[in-house]
C-alpha cells in the first residue's frame, strides 16, 4: 500500500519563474492539504482540497494556487517565485477533511535562486 | 488565532536518559493536540494525539497528557534510544481544517 508521494524531490528554480508540484494521496484518501516548510521551522499549512475545490487557504498570496484531480491527487503551483519560496513543501492526505489521521509524503525542496 | 510555542532545541541526550520536550498551546475553541516526529530524510509522521482534556496519548515509549489548564501537552519519554534522534513538532487543530505547529525541536541521542 504506497503512502503519500510527491514529485519531483528537489527542484531548482529561479526568481520570477513558475513551479508545479505533485502529489499522489495515500490509497484511499480522499483529501489533500499542503503545507510550507522554510528551514528551521515547522510546517505552514497553505491549503487544502476536498472534492476538486478548496476548502481552506492559510496566509498564503495567490501566487500559491493548486487543483485536486477526480483521482484525488493534487498539484500545488507557485507563480512569480521569490526567494523566500525556497522551502520545503509537504503534502498530506486524510479520508475527510476533519479529524481524519494525516498522511505526510517526504517532501519536494524547491530552491529558489 | 491558534499558535504553539515548543522548546527550543537542540537536544542533546544520552541513551537511556529521561526526555522532556515542553510545548504550550493557544487556541480558539478546544482544540485537538499531536506530536509529530520527522526522522531524518523522512516525511513527518504521527507520533501520539490527545482529543480532550486529561487524555494521555502515548506510542512507542513516549507520552503527552493534555493539561487544560496549564494549556500544556509535554512530551515524555522514560529512556531514549539512539533511533530516537529526529525533530519533534507539537501541533493542534481548533476549529478548522488546518494543523498550527510548533518550530520543532530537534533531539539527537548520542550512545
Known amino acids: 500500500d504506497a503512502g503519500v508521494t510527491q514529485s519531483p524531490t528537489h527542484l531548482i528554480k529561479t526568481r520570477g519563474q513558475q513551479v508545479t508540484l505533485r502529489c499522489s494521496p495515500k490509497?484511499?484518501?480522499?483529501?489533500v492539504s499542503w503545507y510550507q516548510q522554510a528551514l528551521g521551522q515547522g510546517p505552514q499549512f497553505i491549503f487544502q482540497y476536498y472534492e476538486e475545490e478548496e476548502r481552506q487557504r492559510g496566509n498564503f498570496p495567490d501566487r500559491f494556487s493548486g487543483h485536486q484531480f477526480p483521482n484525488y491527487s493534487s498539484e500545488l503551483n507557485v507563480n512569480a517565485l521569490l526567494l523566500g519560496d525556497s522551502a520545503l513543501y509537504l503534502c498530506?492526505?486524510?479520508?475527510?477533511?476533519?479529524?481524519?489521521?494525516?498522511?505526510f509524503g517526504e517532501g519536494s525542496r524547491l530552491t529558489v535562486l | 488565532g491558534n499558535s504553539v510555542t515548543q522548546m527550543e532545541g537542540p537536544v542533546t541526550l544520552s541513551e537511556e536518559a529521561f526526555l522532556t520536550i515542553n510545548c504550550t498551546y493557544t487556541?480558539?475553541?478546544?482544540?485537538?493536540l499531536f506530536w509529530y516526529v520527522q526522522y531524518p530524510g523522512e516525511g513527518l509522521q504521527l507520533l501520539l494525539k490527545a482529543t480532550k482534556a486529561d487524555d494521555k496519548g502515548s506510542n512507542k515509549g513516549f507520552e503527552a497528557t493534555y493539561r487544560k489548564e496549564t494549556t500544556s501537552f509535554h512530551l515524555e519519554k522514560g529512556s531514549v534510544q539512539v533511533s530516537d534522534s529526529a525533530v519533534y513538532f507539537c501541533?493542534?487543530?481548533?476549529?478548522?481544517?488546518?494543523?498550527?505547529f510548533g518550530k520543532g525541536t530537534k533531539l539527537s541521542v548520542i550512545p
Open positions: 487556541a480558539t475553541g478546544y482544540p485537538s
Open positions: 501541533a493542534l487543530i481548533a476549529g478548522s481544517y488546518q494543523l498550527t
Open positions: 498530506a492526505s486524510s479520508l475527510g477533511p476533519i479529524g481524519g489521521e494525516l498522511f
Open positions: 490509497s484511499g484518501h480522499d483529501t
